[in-house]
């Protein structure tokens, strides 16, 4: 497949990235392609925009919360696309839509590509679609639309596994930090930190990000120097849904320049 | 090799398989690499064999029930799974799988449970092995099924209110499978019914197959043959089905009924008929049939029975749908509480509003008066005694 804007990315960047991750439809129905923009203008390399589902089990509270909110608020796969239709009007980092399969089944494996393609989706992540059923029956069809689909690692995937997750994917690899559902830990430990020395020895093809419990400068800092850089969801959707005097671009802001350790503007 | 057996992969047909995220891979990959091993073990069958005797009460009887048979102009015979300790066959299950627990190392237990019954099975079986054990109930289950909370609680389990969602049966088994992927190493999660990602359907299943092993042998004392004309049960998940068609399966000339709950009217929006309402998709990590909207989202299930109220069915039943060896039957709320009380009232047996949608199933065969029908009478309704009080029509 050729490369889209995910390749290019870590083409021009090997630290430090800052992926966001955020719910579609969350808080308002509407405010997807705002919370969007506001990310890429504040500084954030990648985002991951999720596609709320009745039945979230790999997040914690947070995340789980926000998908409830965006079903009440009337989000669905096909409003999601027609939110996402203009958006490379306005956005050049890369976009990568995450969400559990029986959706994106329902939609239609061939359709939900289609879509992607034509909104300028550069990959996704369903984190229950098993790896083999992905390779047998839709691989070519996600290259066929230059979709990546990137691939979780634990703690516990075992060295054997995550060559072959390796081998088969591409985009990057999403190192899920500990062994726990999505949403802020308290600090990152000393076995998480071997975890992160033994993948990064593997020298694998693909580039890692470090996602699950990093929530600040500290952690995204610290993650930041084992991989690629680091994914943050439950910390910015805890900070969205905050304080409502607020406007969008000053939440997205503020929360970034907290990230990344930059004086906050105002 | 059955038609009806799971494959390598964890299918039956197209339906089955282990759809779950990375974080879960590990805990399932490791029951699936060893639960055959495990239970194909001499030492763990003889554990297993002499639990189910001397704890559980096995064999159940099988019953011939005159009256009802009268009624109905046929052979009718109950399946006594209701006299189990516990009273449901939900021990059968929650037996297998502690002594399997055991033999993996695990320390501690999770469950998720609807009306209770599969929670009371799993505290009950981990008060015996002496394990720590946490239920998951929704929270709005819990205020409906109050008398079985406090049982697991004096059995020593912790019950854990699932706030999430709906607060109902689904939402506990996400809890349960949140609570897992945080606790991968030392925790096991027996699954009460035969859904979730392979081995669970094929495991659950095995467990239960001691039912129709039995009713094959006390038909043939009975009636000089193993066989019946049906066999018939209720299907939520469909355990209690599973274990009472599992002998059955290959045998075409056994007819299989499976009784889903209606709740309101199929059509009414308020159902848990999941073949009639689902269709094809991946509900708790496996691909099976459930009630979705068409955006993919999960419906929220009813039917009186906390017991049938689920948006799926086991990836086994699915098949037998799909494939047409089971004949699946709608019973709403109202006819299995006249079957109910038709039942206690003609044998002297309140049965669990579960299985009284089996015995309502009766009305919708054509029955001669020779057929030998077996009826998995899969729970006693002592449980329910408030659902047939609330209900008042007896």
């Known amino acids: ?92 980092i890369p976009v990568v839509l995450m969400g559990y399969f029986n ?7 061939e359709e939900f590509c289609k879509k992607c393609k034509e909104c300028g989706v550069d990959g996704v992540i ?141 | ?67 009802l048979s009268e009624k109905y102009g046929a052979k009718i015979y109950l399946k006594r799974e209701d006299l189990c300790h516990t009273g449901a066959h939900k021990v059968n299950n929650t037996i297998g799988q502690i002594l399997l627990a055991k033999r993996l190392g695990k320390k501690k237990i999770i469950a998720e449970t609807g009306a209770g019954q599969h929670g009371v099975a799993t505290a009950t079986v981990c008060a015996l092995a002496g394990l720590e054990c946490k239920v998951y109930m929704g929270a709005v289950d819990m205020e409906r099924q109050k008398p079985n909370v406090e049982r697991m609680r004096i059995l020593g389990a912790e019950v854990i209110p699932a706030e999430s969602g709906s607060r109902t049966l689904k939402d506990a088994t996400n809890e349960a499978m949140r609570h897992w992927i945080n606790n991968p190493q030392d925790t096991h999660y027996i699954i009460g019914s035969v859904v979730g990602p392979h081995p669970y359907p094929d495991m659950v299943t095995r467990f239960q197959a001691v039912i129709s092993e039995e009713v094959k042998k006390q038909l043939k004392e009975a009636e000089g043959r193993e066989n019946p004309d049906y066999v018939v049960a209720c299907v939520g998940g469909g355990s209690n089905a599973a274990g009472i068609y599992y002998h059955y399966l290959d045998n075409p000339d056994v007819k299989i009924i499976a009784a889903e709950a209606a709740g309101k009217g199929v059509e009414s929006g308020e159902t848990a008929a999941t073949t009639f309402k689902g269709t094809p998709g991946v509900l708790h ?23 049938l109220d689920y ?5 086994l ?26 039942l206690s009232r003609l044998e002297g047996i309140i049965p669990a509003v579960e299985s009284a949608h089996a015995f309502s199933a009766l009305n919708q065969l054509d029955l001669n008066e020779n057929d030998v029908v077996v009826i998995n009478l899969s729970g006693r309704g002592d449980k329910d005694l408030q659902t047939y009080i609330n209900w008042g029509k007896y």
């Open chain 2, 285 to 307: 990590g496996s691909m099976t049939l459930l009630m979705q909207t068409t955006d993919g989202q999960v419906v929220e299930p009813y039917s009186i029975s906390a017991g």
């Open chain 1, 103 to 109: 959706p994106v089944l329902q939609f239609g494996l």
């Open chain 2, 317 to 342: 039943h699915a098949h037998l749908f799909e494939t047409g060896r089971a004949k699946f039957i709608a019973v709403d709320d109202e006819n299995s509480m006249k079957a109910g009380i038709e």
């Open chain 1, 126 to 266: 369903i984190p229950d679609l098993p790896i083999l059923e992905y390779v047998e029956q839709y691989k070519d069809l996600f290259d066929s639309y230059d979709l990546h689909n990137m691939y979780l690692i634990t703690p516990q995937t075992s060295e054997e596994r995550i060559r072959m997750i390796d081998e088969n994917t591409s985009g990057f690899i999403y190192m899920v930090s500990n062994s726990s559902i999505t949403g802020a830990k308290k600090e990152i430990s000393e076995e998480q930190l071997k975890y992160f020395n033994r993948i990064k020895s593997m020298n694998l093809n693909n580039p890692r990000l470090i996602g699950f419990g990093i929530s600040d400068n500290k952690t995204f800092k610290t993650a930041s120097e084992y991989s690629s850089g680091a994914i943050i969801g439950s910390a910015f959707i805890k900070a969205l849904k905050e304080s409502d005097k607020d406007s969008i671009a000053d939440k997205v802001h503020s929360f970034i320049n907290m990230v990344k350790g930059e004086k906050i503007s105002q």
């Open chain 2, 1 to 67: 090799m059955s038609k009806y057996a799971v494959d390598e992969r964890g299918y039956y047909g197209k339906f089955g398989g282990a759809f779950i995220p990375e974080m879960l891979y590990p805990n399932v990959e490791e029951l699936k690499n060893n639960y055959l091993e495990i239970i194909g073990d001499p030492d763990f069958q003889e554990e297993f064999r002499a639990l189910l005797k001397d704890y559980v009460g096995r064999p159940t009887p099988l019953y011939f029930a005159k009256r």
């Open chain 2, 311 to 315: 948006p799926g069915i086991g990836p």
């Open chain 1, 1 to 92: 497949m050729v490369k889209n804007r995910i390749n290019k990315l870590f083409e021009n960047k090997s630290e430090n990235v800052l992926t966001v991750y955020f719910t579609a439809g969350y808080p308002e129905l509407d405010d997807t392609l705002e919370i969007l923009a506001e990310l890429e203008k504040a500084g954030a390399d990648m985002v991951e925009i999720g596609i709320p589902y009745s039945d979230p089990v790999a997040d914690g509270p947070t995340i789980q919360e926000s998908n409830g909110v965006a079903l009440k608020n009337g989000i669905s796969m096909q409003k999601i696309f027609s939110q996402l239709k203009t958006m490379r009007k306005k956005v050049d």
